[in-house]
């Protein structure tokens, strides 16, 4: 019998909120976590606008010297990941490091960090770069970090695969247990903001410039949509094989069903038009979990609010469910938490599984009118109530990575 | 600048640096086995005296600090011999 791998912990750090319960409510009560952004002077950016984490400590999970230096990606990184332990029942005695590894990801890594010395660079020369610049920087270290507090001994890496990188290490994970590589793993993704990435979104116009209502400018779907709002933080799910959780008398939110990984082959930045490879990814979920389309409940979708982005998801989502769309509720929290890039699939597998634990769908808010050519069931507004049985989550980036994750309840 | 302020400031920056608690960081609290001080943190150090004291610390000097009084009179031999 194939081994089923199913979720024991989830830990997270979002704009809604500094845990999982506190984002969870703010994602029912259709609250936005998009705000003007203070991190850094915006002034001279086209969006003045994004999903900060606000009011975050990082001394909490990580040695004080560190967290001083670290870039907010690394402290959200072991932030989350710190919290879905401890939500799973481990402690950082590693009784379980043996067969238990980290797979985290990232869009940048340590953007932040590199610009911030980099600026030293060029003002003081190489003398004045710190040594910690490599260590703190580089895009692995949410997984080194994570693997030495816990003592975690198995795989330790990072995926990257842009918008769709948290997603993408969650589905590797996944298969690593699955295919008895491992028996559990640490797996999300998380992001920090950075002026360069503001800055270098803004000039390939994917952004909002709805600055004047940075809580109404992500709204996916919406005909007056007009670009992502680029937001920050980071979310983690300890993956573990089924036996040795249920061995262990861990709880359980969920299990992973199935995993799909294309790639468009088509462009840079912009989807393939008639979302073949999105709906190849959702496909291959599915045929992972030898799931019908006509079971799942819930599609979380990648809907970022881009003009383009939106309508061809739509149009992958056509081609998969066909008339049966019509009767699937989709939604995307984005519009809630803004675009957590690199963090946002794993965030996204979360609200999923809670959705399921709950029976609750969260809503797509800052809905005024629909856009035609996305004329599905949007969840508009305001969560609704919903026993469902399967859950689906679409990530996409930059690059061509499309992926899909579906998700059963126990 | 005379040698107890130096040292008060070579507290300081240990302090912020290393976090850890303050009375840890008296002035005969050996670097590495009292300060948890490792080599990534060492080379920071030098380069925190560099700004903070407008001195040159050469590579070679790190590993002769052995105590936070240690680098306080390197400190103060380095002003003193440049003002000369």
Known sequence: MSRRVV???????????????????????????????????????????????????????????????????LHYAVGAASMAMEDAGFTENGEFGGRMGTCLGTAAGGQLMLERQHTILLTEGPKGVSALTV?????????????MKYKLRGPNHCVVSACASGASAIGEAANMIRFGLMDRMVAGGAEGMSPLFLAGFGAAKALSTRNDAPEKASRPFDASRDGFVMSEGGAALILEEFECARARGAKIYGEIAG??????AYHLTAPRPDGGGAAMAMRLALEQGSVDPTAVGYINAHATSTPMGDEFEVRAMRDVFRD???????????????????????????????AMRDGMLPPTINQESLDPKCAIDVIPNVARPAQIEYSLSNSFGFGGHNVSLLFRRL | MNPETILHEVQALCLHLLRVPPEKVVPHARLVEDLDMDSLFAAELGLA??????????ETAIPNFKTVADVAAYVHEKINSSAA
């Not at chain 1, 002034?43 to 967290?67: D, N, S, T, W």
């Not at chain 1, 260590?135 to 693997?147: E, F, K, N, Q, T």
């Not at chain 1, 699937?328 to 599984?353: D, N, Q, R, W, Y």
Request: charged share 15%.
């Open chain 2, 49 to 58: 005296l560099e700004r903070k004291f407008k001195i040159e610390v050469p």
């Open chain 1, 259 to 264: 995993y799909g990984s294309t790639a468009d």
């Open chain 1, 324 to 354: 049966r769309l019509d009767a699937t509720p989709v939604s995307s929290t984005k519009s809630m938490t803004g675009h957590m890039l690199g963090a946002a699939g794993a965030i996204e597998a979360i609200f999923c599984l809670l």
């Open chain 1, 135 to 147: 260590p703190l920087g580089i895009a692995d270290m949410g997984g080194g970090y994570v693997s």
């Open chain 1, 7 to 73: 979720v024991t912990g989830i830990g997270a750090v979002t704009p809604l909120g500094l845990d999982i319960a506190s984002t969870w409510a703010g994602i029912l009560a259709g609250k936005s976590g998009t705000r003007t952004i203070t991190r850094f002077d915006t002034a001279k950016h086209a969006a003045h606008i994004g999903g900060e984490v606000v009011g975050f400590m990082p001394e909490k999970y990580m040695a004080p010297r560190l967290a001083g230096l670290a870039d907010p990606f």
